[in-house]
Nanobody, 123 residues
Framework: QVQLVESGGGLVQAGGSLRLSCAAS????????MGWFRQAPGKEREFVAA????????NYADSVKGRFTISRDNAKNMVYLQMDSLEPEDTAVYYC????????????????WGQGTQVTVSS
């Protein structure tokens, strides 16, 4: 069982930055692929970014590529999402998710989810 707790959301102006954090309670955090997803009002939850167990490989949605950076610290059981050049279209609830072993990108392939943190970008 893995518990995930996100933090760092808030209100920011377009062009600004935020850093989301996700704290994981897992016996062996390095066994888990970690992902960030988001869900805007009236829309389905969508993939944002993912990182392999070692942190050696990442993948991003086209809409955030070049603006967002996912990273992890296995010694601290933490995963981060640095969000720069934020746009109003980035407004959503952001979720941290975990999947044991496999590097996967779709919502349905992740087993553990946090409660989400709200990010609002004003124009």
């Amino acid at each position: 069982q893995v518990q995930l707790v996100e933090s760092g959301g808030g209100l920011v102006q377009a062009g600004g930055s935020l850093r989301l954090s996700c704290a994981a309670s897992a016996r062996t955090f390095s066994d888990y692929t970690m992902g960030w997803f988001r869900q805007a009002p009236g829309k389905e939850r969508e993939f944002v970014a993912a990182i392999t167990r070692s942190g050696g490989r990442t993948n991003y949605a086209d809409s955030v590529k070049g603006r967002f950076t996912i990273s992890r610290d296995n010694a601290k059981n933490m995963v981060y999402l640095q969000m720069d050049s934020l746009e109003p279209e980035d407004t959503a609830v952001y979720y941290c998710a975990a999947r044991q072993y496999y590097f996967v990108l779709s919502v349905r392939e992740y087993d553990y989810w946090g409660q989400g943190t709200q990010v609002t970008v004003s124009s």
